[in-house]
């Protein structure tokens, strides 16, 4: 490796070199907290996706993430994924489902609000334990099946 070639290390393996490890294992966060964070996890896998469509207008990406997103398209997506959860997965995805959240849905029902909740809960736990190939590919299953993507 010459001076211009630099080793890369993972996304997260960086934050926590630049500013410090979490004093929390994945399994010791609330179950909004994982979702707290598997929001933005999932949210960002599917940017990238939309993303890499083509050059289209900020307005046309965000339309085409919005869909994507938005709790009734992750409940289908959970729905399409639940047969591939191992025992772990099934187990954070039915806590976070359960959690009682102190916000309400918007433009979703509850039953698919708390769905997606449980989907943001286990992308959070599985992103948190360095474990990005499996998040990204219950995504990937999730969209092919339902034909989202």
Known sequence: ?????VEEIGFQEEIYRQFGESKLKPEQYSALGLAYI?????????RTLVLSRGNYSVKSF????????KAEAQARLVEAIEPELTEE?????????????????KN?????????????ALIGYLY???????????V??????TGQF
């Open 38 to 46: 598997g929001d933005a996890v999932y949210d960002l896998i599917i």
């Open 89 to 105: 997965e099934c187990r954070i995805f039915h806590h976070g489902r359960n959690a009682k959240s102190g916000t309400s849905a």
């Open 62 to 69: 965000h339309k085409m993430t919005s869909s994507i997103v």
């Open 140 to 145: 990937s299953i999730g969209l092919e099946r």
């Open 1 to 5: 490796m010459d001076n211009k070639e």
């Open 108 to 120: 979703a029902s509850i039953i698919d609000y708390r769905i997606a909740t449980g989907f943001e």
């Open 128 to 138: 948190l334990k360095e474990r990005m190939s499996r998040a990204i590919e219950l």
